[in-house]
Every structure is written in structure tokens, then in C-alpha cells.
């Protein structure tokens, strides 16, 4: 047994050190301290680089060009949904280096080990091919704008960098946001400098809170949080001693940063007039000098590969999770490929009217999220002091209080408060002006649920049962 590993606990195997060029080996087993590398700090390239792209400009436009709010409310809007959605990013990242495992499966200790099925393949499927698809379509259509080739050409070449990329694995995916970061930086510093100096954000008169408010605020904590099912993925390499409050400090600010401000740009490029052009992207670009729109243009293509190398990293580690045994040296590395070829049809179906598909999808993320962060905030304040690794890998342990509380929480908050265009709940359709609050009402429903459910159907229990 390798040092920091308790017994029955899974080792990854093989030597991988802090090699770059190396492909990561194993899978989802905890990683031993000989393989330890990295300090906190460098979680903030982490988080910033992939939020540095048209996606996340896009959720701002939304809430000024769809949802009519003026650019302050939008402003305000999204400073409440990046601020939840980071703090909870926040604390999710603060565990993993303690306990050297992927944050799905953390996720066990409040859902057990069969429970957790449902938000690990949730995860699967949202990161490894949601994700990886709405952010494969806005590169496409950057490089589409760039060059003048077609999209289908420009959402191949995107796949495939970024594809590359997570099959060689953490080490690669965390130099690839460090170095993207400083081209990223610059040409999106220099893009909201020249921006603010030409728009004005009084144009359009905004609405009455809190429908359209709400539902930004929403979306803005459902592209926030799409990263928390993640976080531990790229805290568990840490060593073991790091402070865990500055792990959780750059992580949470890594997100925080970059999402509020190019969500903010967003909201102001279209505040004077609203949404004018079918091609977002390019009406974006529009407004700035045509050698800096080029550079965007550049830059919103490199952002969709930072992006997507996370999303199918830890999609293929959500998926391993599920339990699904593949005797392979490189079967994280092989599962990347798979989800890559999925997300990449998904995106080809995409490239037609993405802006209120994205629109729904951020919504959608929020609704599942927000029940299953519920849990896991009450599972870790109730056992606060506690120790947990030995159940990580545990198939006897089981806490089907996560799982019940995650759908009741998920099916009442969506019959009842969902609000966007594939459906509409029933309190929603009664009180329109109300928005969207299902992400509130399925976490604070999940979380008190939960507190009743655990002890009555004995989550407490740290050993095997007897025979």
C-alpha cells in the first residue's frame, strides 16, 4: 500500500510525476503522495483560462439581449450568480487535496456507492458531451468568422486540438490553461478596454424585477457552477498538506474573475441595441478594430479548446465513476476519445440556432446541480470531523438518503418553478414575473430533505454490515 492510501482503497498505478508529455495513467484511484505536485496558485490559471471564450461573454448578452434587463440589472444579476456559483466551486475545491480523489467520487460519501450513479452520469453526460458540445460551436464559429471557412471545417479542427489535449491528461491540461492564459488575457483585457470606450450601457431601459432577473442570475450560477462537479479533479495532485483555504481561495477566484468579466462585456455589447445579428460572435468582434476583432476572433477559439479539455477530462472521470470496470492502463485516456467523437456529433447538430438551445442548456445545468450541491453541503457540515476515505470505494456503503433527496428536490423545484422555453412549471406559468428560481428552490429542498432522510436510513454507518 502506497503511503496516504487506507486499506481497500485504490492506488492509481504508474509512474507519472509532473511529466507534460506523459499520458496520464489509471483512472479514478487516489493518487499516491510520491505523485503529489503543484501548488494552490496554480488553480487560478486553471479556472480562468477555460472561462476566457464566447461562451461565457454569451450568458451576458442573454441577459440583456433575451431576458431585457438593462446592463446594471444584468450586472447585478450576474454578480449574485457568480458569486454563489464560485463560492461553491470554492469549498468543493478546498477537499481535494486531502483526500487525492476525483470530485465524483467525493460525491459518494453523500449519495453511496450505487447512489451515485445519478449525479456522476448527470456529469457524464452534461461535461463530457453538453459542454464539450456548446463550447466546440462557439470555436467553430470563431474560426468560421476568422478565416471564412466553413463551421463544419472549424468545429472539426477544435475537436481535435482539444481531444489531444485530454487524452494526455493532467499534467498536459494544466500546462496547456497556464500558457493559454497569457494570449487569452491580453487580447480579452484589450477587447473590454476598447469596448467600454466605444458602447454606451444606458441604451435599453430594462424591465421590471425580478422575471428576466432572476432567470440571469440563473444562468449565470448554472455556468458557474457547471465547473463544480469538477473541482476536486484538479486539487487532488496537490500534496496533501497545502492550505486548504488558499486551494479554495484561488480556485473559487479563477472562476469568479474571468466569468464576471467577460459576462459583463457581454452585457454591455449589446446594451445600446439589443441582439442585432444572427452570428453573435461576429456582431461581438464587430465593434472592436479589425486587427483586435481578428484576435478575438482567435482568442474565442482557443478559449472553446481550454474549456472543452477540462469538460472531457472530467467527463471521462465522472463515467469511470460510475463503476463500469475497463482493465485498461489508458481507459481515462480512451474514454476522452469516446466522448470526444459523441460531443462532436452533438456540436455538428448544434451549429443551427444555438442561442436558445445554450440558453436552455445553462438552465438545465442549474436544475441538477443545485439539488445535488444540497446534498453534499449537508452530508459534509453533518459530518464535519469525521473521517471519510475509507468509504470512498466502498461497494457496501450506501446512502440512498443522497439520491432520493437529489430527485425529490429536482422533480418539485422543475415541475413547479422551471421557466424556459421547453417547459414551463406550474407555479412559473401561474407568477411569469417570478423567473427562474428552480437551482434555489431544488438546493434548499435537497439539503433539508436530506437532513431528515440520513439519520432514518443509516448513512452513519463507517463499517461493513455484518454477514
Known sequence: MKAGAVAGEPVREGTYGDR????????????????????????????????????TIFVGILGVGVFGLSFWQAALALLIGNLLGSLSHSVLSA?????????????????GYLGNVLPAGLNAITAGIGWFAVNSVSGAFALAALTGMPALLGLLIVVLVQVAVA???????????????????IVFVLATIMLFSRTHTTGLPGKPLP???????????????????????????????????????????GVFVSCMLLEIVGAASVAPLGITSGNPTAAFTGQLPGWLGDLTLLAIALGAVSANV?????????????????????????????????????????????????????LIIAYWIGPWLGVMFTDQYLRRGQRIDTLL????????AGPIAMLVGMAASILLFSNQTDFVGVIAKQVPSLGDIT???????????????????????????AD
Do not use: C
Not at 470505494?393 to 440512498?400: C, E, F
Not at 434555489?440 to 454507518?461: I, T
Open 20 to 55: 507534460i508529455g506523459a499520458v496520464e495513467p489509471g483512472g479514478v484511484e487516489f493518487i499516491p503522495a510520491g505523485d503529489r505536485h503543484g501548488t494552490p496558485l496554480q488553480l487560478m490559471w486553471t479556472w480562468t483560462s477555460p472561462n476566457l471564450e464566447f461562451a
Open 95 to 111: 477537499r481535494g487535496p486531502a483526500h487525492g480523489v476525483p470530485q465524483m467520487v467525493l460525491s459518494r460519501i453523500g449519495f
Open 167 to 185: 487524452f494526455f491528461g493532467h499534467n498536459l491540461v494544466q500546462a496547456f490553461e497556464k500558457y493559454a492564459l497569457v494570449f487569452l488575457g
Open 211 to 253: 422575471g428576466g432577473f432572476l432567470i440571469t442570475a440563473g444562468a449565470a450560477f448554472g455556468y458557474a457552477a457547471g465547473w463544480n462537479p469538477y473541482a476536486s479533479d484538479y486539487t487532488r495532485y496537490l500534496p496533501a498538506n497545502v492550505n486548504a483555504r488558499m486551494t479554495g481561495l484561488w480556485a473559487g477566484l
Open 310 to 362: 477540462l469538460n472531457i477530462y472530467s467527463g471521462a472521470m465522472s463515467f469511470l465513476t460510475l463503476g463500469i470496470r475497463l482493465p485498461l492502463a489508458l481507459r481515462r485516456a480512451l474514454v476522452a476519445v469516446v466522448f470526444g467523437v459523441i460531443g462532436f456529433l452533438l456540436a455538428w447538430s448544434g451549429l443551427h440556432d444555438a442561442g436558445q438551445k445554450y440558453e436552455n442548456f445553462l
Open 393 to 400: 470505494y466502498a461497494k457496501w456503503y450506501q446512502n440512498w
Open 439 to 465: 437551482f434555489l428552490v431544488g438546493f434548499v429542498l435537497s439539503a433539508a430533505l436530506y437532513a431528515l432522510l440520513r439519520p432514518a436510513l443509516g448513512a452513519n454507518r463507517t463499517a461493513p454490515p
